[in-house]
């Protein structure tokens, strides 16, 4: 399985951080040529490498970590997202509902990302919570996973696993993952709670 991050701003820097803690390599990609950011990933981690957005979208699993109006420049990298899952960390807070049809923004991605699995997910933290280590107290700090595709948001609670958090799947896009959107001037009601899951 192979990861790329696309958007190396504050979100991007962060989960960066999170492959970087557990030595697991993971691509990161902007607009720009990735000699331009090529020392920033290096000085997060030996496994983060900066990559074209051509060569990064080669990844089995994609953050999409741009802001929400920049997603439609990144579909164009791929003719088609068959076979690939893209975790939407984006939040579309202050795009107004009707730019969305009404409908979750995350399932506006997906239909610009023709082919793709999609699993909202990672979005609901600040990013300098994010970037912290997510093993606190004693327990992990919880990421939410909605999907639309059961299957798809297993495979990234796996990673989310492996990273150190705790992930808690929340359902359909338009069911439980409604908690986690935002749109127009509002949040959904997870966002921003930052929490700790204990296991035992
Ligand atoms: N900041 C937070 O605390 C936070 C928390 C939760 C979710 N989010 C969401 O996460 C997303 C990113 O937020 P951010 O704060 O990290 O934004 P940011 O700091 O502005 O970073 C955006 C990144 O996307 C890159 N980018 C822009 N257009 C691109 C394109 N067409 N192809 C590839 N890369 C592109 C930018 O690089 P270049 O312009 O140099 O190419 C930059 O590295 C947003 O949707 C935001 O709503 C943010």
New binding site residues.
Partial sequence: MSYAI???????RALAQAFSRKGIEVSV????DPESFAADAAAIGPKVVAKT?AEAVKADLIFL????E?HP??AKALPTWQGKTIID???AYGVPPEQLAKQPSSRAVAQVFSGTTLVKGF?H???AVLAQDPALQGGRRVVFLASDDDAAADKVGELAEHLGFAPIKLGGLSEGGLLVQARGKSWGHLIFKDLVKFDG
């Avoid at 696309?6 to 991007?12: A, V, Y």
């Avoid at 990609?29 to 720009?32: F, H």
């Avoid at 970590?65 to 929400?68: D, H, L, M, S």
């Fill in positions: 696309i958007g190396f701003g504050n979100i991007g990609a902007t607009t720009r957005l970590a741009v802001r929400f920049a420049d990144v960390v984006t939040n979005n933290l600040g990013a």
